[in-house]
């Protein structure tokens, strides 16, 4: 099992940042491809973006890219998403997730480990 903490949510104005952090136990935590998903109210959970267990490829949804960034720290086994130029179309919980990964690639879907998610909230 691999247990997922995110933190670091909060309320922002437009055009603002935050960061948010992923903090990650219970299993070799470079061994994950890690993963961030949003769930805004009355809509459906999408895929925000992802890094490969080593940190070397990100992927983005149109949606954030250019704007949201992806990094990993695997000796602090913590994942953080840095997201700037904020819109409040960004306002959603905020997901952390892990997949176990034999090659160094990118998931979109597919994973099975989740954290409790966090609350972005976006002002105009």
């Known amino acids: 099992q691999v247990q997922l903490v995110e933190s670091g949510g909060g309320l922002v104005q437009a055009g603002g940042s935050l960061r948010l952090s992923c903090a990650a136990s219970?299993?070799?935590?470079?061994?994950?491809?890690m993963g961030w998903f949003r769930q805004a109210p009355g809509r459906e959970r999408e895929f925000v973006g992802g890094?490969?267990?080593?940190?070397?490829?990100?992927y983005y949804a149109d949606s954030v890219k250019g704007r949201f960034t992806i990094s990993r720290d695997n000796a602090k086994n913590t994942v953080y998403l840095q997201m700037n130029s904020l819109k409040p179309e960004d306002t959603a919980v905020y997901y952390c997730?892990?997949?176990?990964?034999?090659?160094?690639?990118?998931?979109?879907?597919?994973?099975?480990?989740w954290g409790q998610g966090t609350q972005v909230t976006v002002s105009s």
């Open positions: 997730t892990a997949k176990r990964a034999v090659t160094d690639v990118v998931f979109t879907t597919g994973y099975p480990y």
């Open positions: 219970g299993r070799t935590f470079s061994n994950y491809a």
């Open positions: 890094i490969t267990w080593s940190g070397a490829r990100t």
